[in-house]
């Protein structure tokens, strides 16, 4: 079994974990609340291990470290549910106050030691490691910081394991933190160098799919975090469930990497439509694709036609036929073979599992490597350049033992990733991209409840 530990870090990690965690945790049959497996089908179980660890008592505990500087922000997930494991909440005494600095050189480095204490328990109880999955947003000082810290640690320690990122991006729009330019910018180095595949989110593109895709009057961020949740169950189907294309983490990796620094995803999901709009919807295959390929359909605010795909990849839950989805995806690249590069010859991969999400017949995922996304670098690099050129805030970090110089650096950092995107679409670089077989996925089918995805009825 080729097992994932989960690490979720800061306030808004923890959010989105804990929205995974209850998306995956039905899919499996298990009960949040109390961890009890109460599902019909062996499908179910067969590779539950991925995710989930097993006790004496028939109880299952999801295998993750949830981390914070402070304590009061993960408490409700410890009387919330006997999902998570009590020993492994890590907390220090203070908050990291939304600054990097504070994160990975002082409250963060405290707790450094215990999180990798807890990380290497998880790591010596599995069978076969496939590497480490991160949830964090790089707008605060923990979610930046400590993740920063823990990333450079997991790679000195596990130096043959990919390690995963789900990043909240911030978004100028919808910014709470008068710091974030700085904490994003000093997050990108360890992003570019430790980790293997960046997945991109960002709150604006997911408030706007509530507001105009499902007409949902915002007033907090479950319906965003329950968005991303889905979309990570759709992105780990293939890991979850037996017989896909896909079935690994590094399977990921190189199909959708070309090079290792241009590693930075766009996910989407569909259907992300009203329960009144799916009553007119056609429930095709080919609806899918078309909602997948659309702007209004992906986690961040990128717009692909902008840029050039360098690989996509499609992942899709339900009854269908597999020729008829690989003739529809290839079908969009022939129609718009302008938006993608032409020294790449086979960058669409698609995969297939029966077994559809709850509430929805059939769904699909989208992964895009597309060059679209150094527009978001140059928003996070012109915000960061206009404070540092007057040094607003600067005594902050420098304060807590960082240099004005590590801010160059990471200013250059930044710069070289939006060249090479730029030069990738320009077709100044050449490489391969790589396709696949799949292997039939079981017959079996799993239940899936009544109830809507995304409201009440």
């Known amino acids: 079994m080729r097992e994932i530990v989960t690490l979720q870090i800061g306030g808004a990690g923890n959010a989105i974990g804990d929205a995974f965690w209850h998306v995956i945790s039905h899919e499996h049959g298990v009960d949040y609340a109390s961890g009890r497996f109460g599902g019909t089908s062996p499908l179910q179980l067969e590779r539950i291990n991925v995710f989930f660890n097993a006790t004496a008592s028939k109880r299952f505990y999801a295998r993750t470290i949830i981390i914070d500087t402070e304590a009061s922000s993960i408490q409700r997930l410890h009387a919330s549910s006997q999902l998570y494991r009590p020993e492994n909440f890590v907390a220090g005494s203070e908050s ?129 975090n329950h968005i991303v949740g889905l979309t990570m169950s759709g992105i780990t189907t293939c890991l979850r469930f037996p017989g896909q294309l896909n079935a690994g983490l590094r399977k990921i990796y190189v199909n959708m990497v070309p090079f290792p620094r241009l590693h930075f995803l766009i996910p989407g999901f569909a259907p992300l439509v009203t329960c009144k709009q799916q009553q007119f919807s056609k429930g095709t295959v080919s609806e899918l694709v078309q909602q997948i390929f659309s702007s209004n359909n992906l986690l961040c605010a990128v717009d692909l036609r902008k840029g050039k795909l360098l690989t996509a990849a499609g992942i899709f839950r339900g009854r269908m036929s597999p020729r008829e989805v690989d003739q529809l995806m290839t079908g969009v690249r022939n129609k718009n073979i302008n938006n993608f590069v032409d020294w790449i010859p086979n960058n669409i991969k698609t995969a297939i599992c029966d077994i559809p ?44 033992g960082m240099e004005e110089q590590e801010f160059m650096d990471a200013q250059q950092e930044l710069q070289a990733i939006i060249d090479d995107y730029r030069s990738s679409a320009e077709g100044e670089d050449s490489g391969g991209g790589g396709g696949g077989s799949r292997d039939d996925d079981s017959g079996d089918e799993i239940p899936v409840g009544p109830r809507c995805t995304y409201c009440a009825e």
């Open 96 to 224: 990291a106050g939304n600054n990097f600095a504070r994160g990975y050189h002082t409250d963060g480095a405290e707790i450094l030691e215990q999180v990798l204490d807890n990380t290497r328990r998880e790591v010596e109880s599995v069978d076969s490691l496939q590497g480490f999955q991160l949830l964090h947003s790089i707008g605060g000082g923990t979610g930046s910081g400590l993740t920063s810290l823990i990333m450079e640690a997991l790679v000195e320690q596990y130096p043959d394991n990919l390690l995963c990122n789900y990043v909240t991006i911030p978004s100028p729009n919808m910014s709470q933190v008068v710091v974030e330019p700085y904490n994003a910018l000093l997050s990108t180095p360890a992003l570019v160098n430790n980790s293997h595949l960046t997945f991109c989110l960002d709150n604006e593109a997911l408030f706007q799919i509530c507001n105009r895709n499902l007409k949902i009057k915002m007033s907090g961020y479950e319906h965003i």
């Open 357 to 400: 999400p709850r509430g929805l017949k059939m769904s699909a995922t989208f992964i895009g490597n597309t060059t679209a996304i150094q527009s978001l670098f140059q928003r996070l690099l012109d915000g960061s350049t206009v404070m540092l050129r007057r040094k607003a805030h600067l005594h902050w970090y420098t304060g807590e």
